[in-house]
């Protein structure tokens, strides 16, 4: 963690829920010597908008477009604003679809709900001065997904991976993934241990003991590709 006066030098986290921190994202930039600071939009104040190294915006329960969400409107704006400072934004699953909006995209219900590992394959309909290739072998890997919205990009955007949905585009140096390359073992047994996240899994055709399965052998894979991804992204390396 590190003293707001030296945010340029800073990378700000932000979570809305205890059980969707920044997981192995956060060993990561530890591990890296990258400064960060962790705050919870949903019961933290975030503060005065400035230009950081980068922001990363987490996910959340709640829908992008819910504007009955108490903390919403002040997030959007702070990441509106930050973003305007010269901030690149890395928005993951609830994070990227709130990038999206504040680009110019849309997100609405998806109609492919996707919980578990799924394998995610890039595409290239990129523009010119993004090309989406250039990106294609960090998205190309078994990612964790758990959403029941989806995005539609910007028309300005690079889609670097498409399936029933947008899982990955970028714009203007931001990056926004629907998969979480964060999860870690412990928030995911975490989250079967949760009813509420158990009934979601239920419902859209999952089962525990086959997702703690997949878990297992897929982990793995999947962290060292997040480890690429954030290399690429914060420019280690």
């Excluded at 060993?27 to 400035?50: I, M």
């Excluded at 903390?71 to 993951?92: D, H, Y």
């Excluded at 859209?204 to 997949?214: I, K, N, T």
């Excluded at 052998?217 to 999947?222: T, V, Y």
Aim: charged share 20%; hydrophobic share 45%; proline share 5%.
């Amino acid at each position: 963690m590190t003293d707001r006066a030296s945010s340029r030098d800073t990378i700000l986290v932000i979570q809305h829920q205890d059980d969707a921190g920044p997981g192995n994202l956060g060993e990561w930039l530890t591990a890296n010597s990258l400064s960060w600071e962790l705050v919870d939009a949903s019961t933290d104040g975030l503060g005065v908008p400035q230009r950081f190294r980068a922001l990363v915006v987490l996910g959340s329960r709640e829908a992008a477009y819910d504007e009955s969400v108490p903390w919403l409107s002040a997030e959007k704006e702070f990441v509106r604003e930050t973003m305007a400072l010269g901030t690149p934004v890395f928005g993951i699953c609830f994070g990227a679809q709130l990038l999206a909006g504040l680009l110019g995209g849309t997100v609405q219900q998806a109609a492919t709900i996707e919980r578990g590992w799924i394998p995610i394959a890039p595409c290239v309909d990129a523009s010119p001065d993004d090309p989406a290739d250039d990106w294609a072998d960090l998205v190309d890997a078994t990612w964790f997904e758990w959403h029941g919205d989806e995005i539609t990009a910007p028309g300005t955007a690079s889609v670097i991976a498409r399936g029933s949905c947008v899982q990955a585009f970028r714009q203007d140096g931001h990056l926004g993934v629907q998969f979480h390359p964060e999860v870690t073992e412990t928030q995911l047994v975490q989250w079967m241990d949760s009813d509420r996240r158990l009934r979601l899994l239920v419902e859209a055709g999952g089962e525990r003991a086959e997702l703690l399965a997949d878990t297992a052998k897929q982990l793995p894979d999947a962290i060292a590709a997040a480890h690429r991804l954030y290399a690429r992204f914060f420019g280690v390396g």
